[in-house]
């Protein structure tokens, strides 16, 4: 499934800003699209504690590989940021999922 439509993704404050602070790598860059679908999220608009954003599926897809990325990069130097990373891994795997573009995280 990769028909155009939009995906939304909630993330905790953590879990989108150690995405966005996170350096491009050799080998794994994150794409202006990408980048700019982090820079665009705003308040959730049910009123939860979170950041809202809408991308393509393709957007989505390289959002997650960024996040397992980084989980994997940062495992044994820093767990507590792994584990953010991990946990906004999550968040975009289920909102792949919601769309029936992944399996269930």
């Known amino acids: 499934m990769d028909d155009g439509s939009e995906i939304s993704i909630d993330m905790t404050t953590d879990e989108r ?10 080998g794994h860059i994150l794409s202006a699209a990408a980048r700019a679908t982090l820079l665009s999220a705003a308040p959730h608009p049910g009123g939860i504690e979170a950041w809202w954003c809408t991308c393509s599926i393709q957007v989505t897809r390289e959002l997650l590989a960024w996040a397992e990325a980084g989980g994997a990069r940062w495992t044994g130097l820093d767990p507590v940021k792994s584990a953010v990373f991990s946990r906004a891994a999550r968040q975009v795997r289920f909102a792949l999922w919601k769309v029936g573009a992944g399996p269930a995280p």
């Open 17 to 26: 800003s150690v995405m966005m602070d996170e350096p491009d790598v050799a």
